[in-house]
């Protein structure tokens, strides 16, 4: 019984360091925050952490899958019930808001994290990479497309796209040039995706087909 109890406790001790992680790495960047901060951020003293992790990169590693999960949650709950058109429209409109782009700490680990995921290590990179291919998968079913090749290459231009938009937005200090940029970004996303009959998927994807 005390064995059963012990396991529970870290298991939610871990998630809660976890979860204290991804919101902090997200805000600040993974360079800038140390183990000490993760758990104080969680209440916990630095002594713990070894009891759940071996390493900065596990728990960093650990941290972006449980961000990305979250933002597909959030995405995810404000369309169900929609049809796919209108739900995809919602996803931009969400993800190219005011409201996300003012808190970096809980939403897409993508463009908060993006150069930062870029310059890892191989071993980072691999670690991330099933995080990033479940985050695909629980939104892939939104996307345009008469096959899985359409809506794969439509996620990952949608969604590379917005997260450079929105870290433009985010890198600017007038507040009218942030807006101008959401704005504009969310008007081509959606003309360019939300409509099946769009000329600049159609020619991508005929342009895939020849070279496949």
């Not at 000490?36 to 071996?54: L, Q």
């Not at 596990?58 to 049809?83: F, N, T, W, Y």
Request: net charge positive; proline share 1%.
């Amino acid at each position: 019984m005390g064995m059963r109890y012990e396991l529970g406790y870290k298991n939610k001790s871990r998630s809660l360091i976890v979860r204290s992680a991804a919101a902090q790495l997200r805000a600040k960047g993974v360079e800038a925050v140390r183990l000490a901060d993760m758990m104080r951020a969680a209440g916990m003293t630095n002594g713990g952490f070894y009891k759940h992790f071996d390493s900065k990169d596990e728990i960093v590693a650990e941290a972006i899958g449980c961000a990305l999960a979250e933002v597909a949650d959030q995405l995810l709950s404000k369309v169900q019930g929609l049809p796919r058109g209108k739900a995809l429209r919602a996803v931009i409109e969400f993800y190219l808001s005011e409201e996300h782009l003012r808190h970096p700490e809980r939403g897409c680990a993508i463009a908060a994290l993006g150069s930062e995921l870029a310059r890892m290590s191989l071993n980072m990179k691999r670690r991330v990479s099933g995080a990033l291919q479940a985050y695909e998968e629980r939104l892939l079913y939104l996307m345009p497309g008469d096959s899985d090749l359409q809506r794969r290459t439509a996620f990952l231009v949608l969604f590379s796209s917005m997260a450079g938009c929105l870290t433009a937005a985010r890198a600017e200090v007038d507040d009218q040039k942030r807006r101008s940029i959401l704005t504009a970004g969310l008007a081509f996303f959606a003309r360019a995706f939300c409509r099946t009959d769009s000329g600049v998927l159609q020619e991508s994807w005929q342009r895939t087909k020849k070279h496949s």
